[in-house]
């Protein structure tokens, strides 16, 4: 059959406007093409019902294709005039916060029904937690630098030294971030522009992406809501390093933010790959101290530039202790026993339950060694006793473990967006626990993995949704199994 007798709607690669009508899990709008071939649906992320949206399309079926979004031609009448400029990780900063908790909570309910096959998903919802900061909520932000900036009157790119976000819909070129985006700290988004002119003094060269070649690469900062102080990462080729002065530039930053700052750390990273963090690269600390102190439920935490940690502090308190709820609803049942705090990360919340639970043996897991002994640190500093932190793949350690079947009572699991692997849930299933707590900051794979929890004779008992990134189309799910 001719390609164009399939899909009589649009065509890979073609640019074209359409009206959002509905919205979709994660974010995406869903506009209509209608013709005389009948009706057909454009999936674009990032989009709200009522905008007008220039969008390319990335996929094309002939059920429906996908989009990108360009750029956003009409607002929603439910949005509002605000006074941020506007990024692409804050696609919903104009829409009033409540709408924004309508639609996640509907999207995400939707799915447990459609995926997970849970019929009476509505009778098990327990709350909805909201950010206690709207605004200013993030405690890192990564800004890039790049030769090719974009001029927001010509609506065009231009060749300039930016320093930035990526311009929506590409991975090429700049937008220079000239004041606060409401997500990050608003004195130091303010300042931005003052740093940027400061590089492109130097005369050194920011990263031209087609080119793969330049100097700047990129600026990371880190923030401490405990003492408010900020740690910096400036990321850089080796090529032209000797042309620039680290420690002046550490000065200029005191200069700017006094004794906010914790310290600045440079990295080489020589790769081409978009990345931060360079696999061969080196890192070293060029000022002051490497790490910042948070609280959370009154415990610290040292987190250093590459530890993973919740990215809303605030609103994390809020998920943990919704967890905590849930693993000691029937605290008989995690005195004196063993519970199993799976993909732990630094063990934020094996450390919380242990400082409410006696006797209770608390073994933590997770792949990533340099989390494990960041959380062997962190517990020795808060000194709380009866835990256990391994450092191995979840799915490989129930196998080299199997004293503890039948011996857990509470199962925690905490896994990466793409959810657990059905072999590794599997061997969680026949560890026989009588409860799991499971948070995901994906309930697409979260639904996904009830529907094989349920067949193994569990239910869900209780669900939450926690806003942990308002203006995104992220949500935070906290789901109490009980067999």
């Known amino acids: 059959m001719p390609r164009r007798e399939r899909n009589q709607f649009v065509k890979r690669g073609q640019v074209i406007d359409i009206l959002i009508e509905d919205y979709a899990f994660g974010g995406k709008g869903i506009g209509r093409i209608r013709n005389d071939h009948g009706e057909f649906v454009v999936f674009v992320p990032n ?68 995926i997970g096959k849970v019929k009476d998903i509505e009778t098990k919802f327990d709350e909805f937690v909201d950010s206690p900061n709207t605004f200013h909520y993030r405690n ?35 937008d220079n971030l000239n004041s606060d985006s409401g997500l990050f700290d608003a004195e130091f988004e303010n300042q931005l522009k003052d740093i940027r002119a400061y590089c492109e003094a130097t005369g050194l060269d920011p990263w031209h992406a087609p080119r793969k070649e330049g100097f700047f690469r990129y600026f990371v900062v880190r923030k401490s809501y405990k003492t408010n102080k900020l740690l910096f990462n400036l990321v850089t080729t080796s090529c032209d390093l000797p042309k620039f002065d680290l420690n002046k530039f550490a000065n200029y930053l005191v200069e700017l933010f006094g004794d906010r700052v914790a ?27 490497d790490k910042i102190v948070e609280e959370l439920l009154d415990l610290n935490f040292e987190i250093s530039m590459k530890s993973f940690f919740q990215t809303n502090p605030k609103c994390a308190e809020k998920l943990y202790s919704k967890v905590v709820d849930y693993a000691l609803e029937n605290k008989e049942a995690i005195d004196n026993s063993v519970v199993l705090d799976l993909f732990c990360g630094t063990g934020t919340i094996g450390q919380i339950i242990a400082s409410k639970a006696h006797n209770t043996k608390i073994v933590g897991v997770d792949i990533v060694a340099a989390a494990i002994e960041d959380a062997k640190e962190n517990a020795k500093r808060n000194n709380i006793k009866g835990l256990e932190f391994y450092a191995a793949d979840v799915g490989k350690f129930l196998n080299e473990h199997p004293e503890y079947t039948n011996k857990i009572r ?17 061997k969680i299933i026949n560890l026989n626990a009588e409860r799991l707590v499971y948070v995901s900051c994906n309930p697409a794979t979260q639904a996904r ?35």
């Not at 094309?60 to 360009?70: I, N, P, R, V």
């Not at 990564?142 to 927001?152: D, H, L, P, Q, V």
């Not at 199962?411 to 990466?416: G, S």
């Open 263 to 289: 310290g600045l750390l440079h990295t080489i990273n020589d790769e081409i790959g978009d990345r931060t963090i360079a696999t061969t690269g080196s890192i070293k600390l060029v000022y002051g101290d």
């Open 449 to 483: 993995d009830t529907e094989q929890l349920m067949e193994a004779g569990y239910e869900i008992k209780k669900l939450s949704l926690v806003d942990q990134f308002p203006h995104t189309a992220h949500i935070e799910t906290v789901v109490l199994f009980e067999k």
């Open 140 to 174: 890192k932000m990564e800004y890039g630098f790049s030769a090719i900036g974009y001029n927001r009157e010509l609506k065009t790119d231009v060749d300039e030294f930016t320093l930035g976000f990526k311009k929506r819909g590409t991975w090429w070129c700049g």
């Open 47 to 114: 989009t709200l019902p009522g905008q007008l949206v220039k969008t390319q399309i990335k996929k094309s079926s002939k059920k429906y294709a996908e989009g990108k979004l360009f750029e956003v031609l009409k607002s929603s009448e439910d949005e509002v005039e605000m006074p941020f400029q506007d990024i692409p990780g804050a696609p919903y900063m104009q829409l009033p916060i409540a709408k924004q908790h309508q639609y996640k909570k509907q999207s995400t309910l939707e799915l447990f029904k459609r």
């Open 410 to 426: 509470t199962i925690i699991l905490d896994p990466a967006r793409a959810g657990i692997a059905p072999k590794t849930l599997k």
